[in-house]
């Protein structure tokens, strides 16, 4: 399904999050000055909220949470039902590439949200880990172990946006929702991991 055919708000959730990926560039970088760059992140971070929490895209998320994985807890994604996910980041401003390459269908015992609400809240309390991570790793010296926490900070905000929209996109796509949770799941508590970094069990 091309993205002309989605309707306004989903279109909007998705320039959304791409935007929000674009925010953290720049935050990361510190460009213009690290002020600025977290004052539009932390703006970035609003305008998705709000992108969210349209009554049409929480009526699709929820849509996806009440599938039959989420009602049964059944996270066994296979290798073509993660490729196809795969295939829809591109709409999210992510690549593909970069959510293959550490995306580990490992999710939480429990879950991570259950309504549209703890999903958007999951994602507010993220977002503040995210940015006193960034604040604290520009403190870190040396500088290779600064990159290195840069870099998995980076990959949690790729495993949010991946998460999130999987959660918009796949109630476009009844067969996929038997496994759209899992997949969004098993992005934030990768996003956790990433981020937090330890499990979130």
């Known amino acids: 399904m091309e993205r002309h055919n989605w309707d306004a708000e989903t279109r909007v959730a998705y320039e959304a999050l791409a935007d929000y990926q674009k925010a953290f560039e720049s935050f990361a970088r510190g460009d213009p000055t690290p002020a600025a760059a977290r004052a539009e992140f932390d703006a970035a971070h609003l305008r998705l909220r709000v992108a969210l929490t349209n009554p049409a895209v929480t009526k699709r998320i929820a849509e996806v949470l009440s599938s ?85 900070i980076a990959q949690g905000i790729t495993s949010i946006i991946f998460g999130a929209g999987c959660a918009v996109a796949n109630s476009y796509f009844p067969a996929t929702m038997s496994f759209s949770y899992a997949a969004s799941l098993a992005a934030f508590g990768q996003a956790a991991r990433d981020i937090i970094g330890k499990d979130n069990d």
């Open 68 to 152: 039959p994985t989420a009602a049964n807890l059944n996270f066994d994604l296979h290798q073509n039902e993660l490729d196809f996910e795969l295939k829809l980041s591109r709409y999210f401003g992510i690549n593909w590439r970069q959510v293959r390459k550490s995306f580990r269908s490992n999710p939480p015992s429990r879950p991570e949200f259950t309504s549209p609400k703890e999903l958007v809240g999951r994602i507010d309390e993220l977002h503040q880990r995210v940015t006193t991570g960034i604040d604290s790793a520009r403190q870190i010296q040396p500088r290779i172990p600064k990159k290195k926490r840069k870099r998995e």
